[in-house]
């Protein structure tokens, strides 16, 4: 069972929102710190946004900042990302995945568990 679950992907012109959502099923969510990633298609994988396990600090990459927000409520044992202002340069699938370190990472190698991404396609 997989143990990360995106849902709210989809397709959206430019200059609109989607909210990407992902569900944990593996207990203690507190422990984790999560992120967000995306790839494009020929692509590596780029960081997006990360949360500590509180929700007290948050860090993002220069290309989304001011646009998309990262946010969590543990007791759904849930990560979101807000997205607006979406440009079609956003076009990627997207991933959460889960930190055992609790804290801000900005690396894929930091995080341990992936989820099996959502894809976003911004048209212009």
């Known amino acids: 069972q997989r143990q990360l679950v995106e849902s709210g992907g989809g397709l959206v012109q430019a200059g609109g929102s989607l909210r990407l959502s992902c569900t944990a099923s593996?207990?203690?969510?507190?422990?984790?710190?999560m992120g967000w990633f995306r790839q494009a298609p020929g692509k590596e994988r780029e960081f997006v946004a990360s949360i500590t396990w509180s929700g007290g600090r948050t860090t993002y990459a220069d290309s989304v900042k001011g646009r998309f927000t990262i946010s969590r409520d543990n007791a759904k044992n849930t990560v979101y990302l807000q997205m607006n202002s979406l440009k079609p340069e956003d076009t990627a699938n997207y991933y959460c995945a889960r930190n055992p370190g609790g804290t801000i990472g900005t690396r894929p190698a930091t995080y341990d568990s992936w989820g099996q991404g959502t894809q976003v396609t911004v048209s212009s």
């Open positions: 593996e207990r203690p969510f507190t422990s984790y710190a």
